[in-house]
């Protein structure tokens, strides 16, 4: 029989829809520290009517014996509030709390914690300082709503990928000013970080700038059934410990989803989420904790456990191809379904359909700009409808082209983003950015006006 392949021949073969690049993705710093030094800091914050409340843990490593001082500085560098220890709550009297972008007119607003250690050594006085920016916020969820500092929040959003031309997924501080740049025209609030971590600092822009996080886990491509073993528990566990340990302290990060798309369905996914959402929750009790899924509603064993229902679909995409009218129908039902079995709230965490930049054809056809716009208009309608009821928010697949594997399914890449992978804007871009816009004056708070909406506009023009 004749070699099919080159001896030693073989193939990474992933099942995720994005290219699994290697190399370094980050900087990587090195840094010393004094022997004796401040090693982590636990914040969670909350509110008793104006006052927030701000409770702090600090970890120590090197000795026993030390001094901690800690003040908490407003933006314009008054000190607010002082403690002493390892451990406390500072009180804010008339607090300026952390709101999303387009949810205020002061979001994002951000306090610094400066924690100052002294220890005595033999050979004198020795210290060590830190400072952490701070957002004091609250987050909750009810049956069909979810609340920051107690008001709805409609997530509008997007899916993104740390993916560009040329870079891959290296980290690039231009691309990433750019994204922002783009988020704040788009009037976008949220995103999720599919299907990974991403880097700290896009975490601390999201601070700095009000967009509100998903924060997901890299639990992508958990497929066979072996995929559940407790070897693959035990290791997924600790990759939550990891994530929540070095994302805790981000007020932009409001929910902590484990895994994408897995399949739920299997007779062992059951313990499997009921387990790790458990121990997520155990970790931080201060957030809600999801995974998102596109497993059906009447057999998905792990959407019991999550305090969000967060579904992905891509009606006249992947099935019934070209078939725009029966999206309406579909969807609605796919809603109704969901919530008359789980009383929870509702993301649609992805839809869309690839589009080919500068293909035009009337009538729509898939690929073509117009497909994907009508597309997006046909799912608006339904989730204009749920979102008065129980879905809390919609996040479009995905912000801009990204590669993936080379399949006959895709060309050069996934091209359901609504810009390129250059970052230029199809027509999408256009329909989006007049939606979120209009959702924003819709669910915009401003407090001085005693109730919303409050006119908003973008800063800027295209």
């Not at 073989?10 to 829809?17: G, I, P």
């Not at 994002?108 to 060590?128: C, F, I, K, N, P």
């Not at 992508?220 to 407790?230: A, E, R």
Request: with cysteine; proline share 6%; glycine share 6%.
């Amino acid at each position: 029989m004749p070699l099919w392949y080159p001896n030693g021949y073989f193939v990474q073969d992933t099942s995720f829809d994005f290219f699994n690049y290697a190399g370094l993705h980050r900087p990587v710093v090195l840094y010393t520290t004094p022997t004796t030094y401040i090693d982590d800091i636990d914040v969670t914050t909350s509110v008793d009517q104006n006052t927030g409340l701000v409770h702090y843990q600090i970890s120590i490593q090197g000795s026993e014996h030390f001094q901690l001082e800690v003040h908490l500085q407003d933006e314009e560098g008054n000190i607010v509030a002082r403690g002493t220890g390892g451990r406390g709550q500072l009180q804010v009297p008339n607090a300026h709390l952390w709101w999303p972008y387009l949810m205020h007119e002061h979001p994002a607003y951000l306090y610094s914690l400066e924690v100052r250690l002294t220890v005595q050594t033999a050979a004198g006085s020795m210290s060590d300082f830190y400072t952490l920016p701070v957002g004091i916020r609250t987050v909750a969820v009810t049956k069909n709503q979810f609340l920051i500092n107690g008001k709805p929040f409609y997530f509008h959003g997007v899916n993104k990928h740390e993916d560009s031309d040329i870079r891959g997924r290296g980290f690039d501080w231009p691309l990433l000013m750019k994204d922002f740049n783009l988020l704040l025209w788009l009037g976008a609030n949220a995103f999720r970080t599919s299907h990974y971590p991403y880097a700290e600092e896009v975490m601390q822009l999201c601070d700095q700038y009000g967009i509100v996080v998903i924060d997901e886990s890299p639990g992508v491509g958990i497929k066979l059934s072996q995929s559940y073993s407790n070897q693959s528990l035990q290791h997924h566990l600790e990759v939550m410990e990891e994530l929540v340990r070095r994302d805790k302290n981000h007020p932009a990060v409001v929910m902590w989803s484990v895994a994408n798309e897995p399949t739920s369905f299997l007779e062992p996914a059951g313990y499997y989420f009921k387990t790790l959402i458990a121990h997520t929750k155990a970790l931080d009790p201060s957030r809600p904790v999801t995974f998102v899924t596109n497993s059906k509603y009447d057999t998905d064993l792990g959407a019991p456990y999550v305090d969000v229902i967060c579904v992905n679909s891509y009606l006249s995409w992947y099935h019934d191809y070209g078939h725009l009218e029966v999206i309406q129908l579909q969807l609605a039902t796919q809603f109704e379904n969901w919530y008359r079995t789980y009383q929870k709230p509702i993301i649609q965490s992805e839809y869309g359909a690839d589009a080919i930049t500068g293909l035009h054809h009337d009538p729509p056809l898939m690929f073509s700009e117009e497909y994907q716009k009508s597309v997006l208009e046909q799912y608006h309608l339904v989730l204009d409808q749920k979102r008065k009821e129980y879905v809390i928010g919609e996040l479009i697949w995905n912000f801009a082209d990204f590669m993936t594997d080379q399949t006959p399914q895709r060309v050069i890449g996934n091209k359901k983003g609504i810009f390129t992978r250059q970052r230029q804007p199809k027509g999408a871009a256009f329909l989006l950015r007049e939606r979120y816009w209009k959702l924003a004056n819709e669910t915009g708070y401003h407090p001085a006006a005693g109730k919303p909406p409050y006119l908003v506009k973008s800063p800027f023009t295209w």
